[in-house]
């Protein structure tokens, strides 16, 4: 089991920055690809980037690409997302979530290939 708890959320005006952290209780932490989704109010649960135990692939929906980075520290069991140049539809839930051995094409941006998801983080962009 493990479990993973989000931070760094937050108001931030349009154009500004956020730093999520998610740490993880596991020191296996560092087997697992981890990715971040969100989910906006009344939207269905979206990806928005992912990295591989070893950090030498990473994945990013095209919406976010160029503006937010995913990074990983297994030393510390957390992995985090930068999130810059924010616009008003970054607007949502934020979560990090484990995928122990996933599989597939594009395992990346499907929710149910993880097996284990934080509780959340809110993250409000104001325009």
């Known amino acids: 089991q493990v479990q993973l708890v989000e931070s760094g959320g937050g108001l931030v005006q349009a154009g500004g920055s956020l730093r999520l952290s998610c740490a993880a209780s596991r020191r296996t932490f560092s087997w697992y690809h981890l990715g971040w989704f969100r989910q906006a109010p009344g939207k269905e649960r979206e990806f928005v980037a992912a990295?591989?135990?070893?950090?030498?692939?990473?994945y990013y929906a095209e919406s976010v690409k160029d503006r937010f980075t995913i990074s990983r520290d297994n030393a510390k069991a957390t992995v985090y997302l930068q999130m810059n140049s924010l616009k008003p539809e970054d607007t949502a839930v934020y979560f990090c979530?484990?995928?122990?051995?996933?599989?597939?094409?594009?395992?990346?941006?499907?929710?149910?290939?993880?097996?284990?998801w934080g509780q959340g983080t809110q993250v409000t962009v104001s325009s």
């Open positions: 979530a484990a995928a122990p051995s996933p599989s597939g094409s594009s395992w990346y941006e499907r929710a149910e290939q993880y097996g284990y």
């Open positions: 990295i591989t135990w070893s950090g030498s692939s990473i």
